[in-house]
């Protein structure tokens, strides 16, 4: 039986299929003041400007400001995510969580919009929602199998894997944020610190066998 020439939708899917194109639109045009004009530049208003919508229409897609700013977090956990999944798995664990961590350094430098927002606090007053926590996890969730990994190798230390996950972020978002903040005077300096700060970390979690 041949195809019919013509398809056809539904009126609830039409509405449906536009519902969801205006709602990646708002994301889109917010996620877009962020990287270019920063954090302080995304306001309800800001966004219905750029679209040439009434501020009406974005409160009744998402509800509130930090409704959108939860959907544009949970974007940035996409995007993070994306950068931990493209660092190669090899035969040398220890080597892939130190690539992955300096997947985390690049994430921050090239999208730091993002970054500013997810974990320095940029806009006021958000706080995530039970979702987009979970978003974080899912992006973190590379660098748990990875110390799993190196866990059952027998190169660092048997200990709670995200314990050591948190232990380990603590640590590099301690050098970004006060990279962010002014306090090195250069990037190279901030690259040093991060560098030092990871290779001790690592040292610190290695069982007495790997330690060098």
Known sequence: MSKPLHSY???????????QLLRKNVIDAACLLLLEEGPESVTVRRVAQKLSCSTKIIYSIFGSKDGLANEM??????LLAETFQQVPDTAKVLDDLTAISWSYWQFAQLHSGYYKMMFGGALSDFKPDEKSLEGTTTALFRIQQTVIRA???GELEDNDPLLVVQMLWSALHGVIH???AGHFSELSMAQEVYA????KTLSALKTSSFQS
Do not use: A, H, S, W
């Not at 939708?9 to 519902?19: A, H, N, S």
């Not at 977090?73 to 996409?78: A, N, T």
């Open 178 to 180: 006060l990279y962010f």
């Open 151 to 153: 866990i059952e190798q």
């Open 73 to 78: 977090y949970m974007d940035g956990c996409r």
């Open 196 to 199: 030092f700060t990871l290779n």
């Open 9 to 19: 939708k539904t009126y609830p899917e039409v509405k449906l299929q536009q519902q």
